[in-house]
């Protein structure tokens, strides 16, 4: 089964100054992809970035971007110029490239601070 | 706007009650999803279904069931009420193909309060 792991429970960062939350996951599959949701305390779920495993590149959506290491099975989401609407949980999730079964896999979620 | 509607927003009852809680995924998806969300806690997958048929399944109790109907709405209900069940439930939807492939777009919860 696919596992998704977030190790910081919490992170800080000063606004305006770049932060980097980690994620692992584990699968056997190929093909797959990976993805970065904001929730903020209005509890909606909000995409913020997203990684198909056979793309090389890193994804990047102006202020995020992601260092994918599929071989190390690593998926780091980078915010730049971090702004005080940043603060919320960020879950990292992973869905295998499957057809018309295939859930949306979570982590526990890292809480982020902004702090001025 | 994720495009997937949910309702009601807020639900509050009674242990050993019974509950409906509706989606309407966005316009074409096929696939809904559920999933739970407690008090500080992760999302936890509880059940897909694919053009009305269940695809797949997660730790869903046995005091929940759900279905998915002809013109793609999907209910999940919850009967037998227990206090624990109090989450934030959410459902999403996904496209088989096209550009957004692999995203699942998530309504904003349906939260259920049992006192």
Known sequence: AQTVTQSQPEMSVQEAETVTLSCTYDTSESDYYLFWYKQPPSRQMILVIRQEAYKQQNATENRFSVNFQKAAKSFSLKISDSQLGDAAMYFCAYRAYTGTASKLTFGTGTRLQVTL | ?115
């Not at chain 2, 509050?12 to 998806?29: E, F, H, K, M, W």
């Not at chain 2, 929940?64 to 919850?78: G, I, T, V």
């Open chain 2, 1 to 115: 706007d994720s495009g997937v509607t949910q309702t009601p927003k807020h639900l509050i009852t009674a242990t050993g009650q019974r509950v409906t809680l509706r989606c309407s995924p966005r316009s074409g998806d096929l696939s809904v999803y559920w999933y739970q969300q407690s008090l500080d806690q992760g999302l936890q997958f509880l059940i897909q279904y694919y053009n009305g048929e269940e695809r797949a399944k997660g730790n869903i109790l046995e005091r929940f069931s759900a279905q998915q109907f002809p013109d793609l709405h999907s209910e999940l209900n919850l009967s037998s009420l227990e206090l624990g069940d109090s989450a934030l439930y959410f459902c999403a939807s996904s496209e088989l193909a096209g550009p957004n492939t692999g995203e699942l777009f998530f309504g904003e919860g349906s939260r259920l309060t049992v006192l």
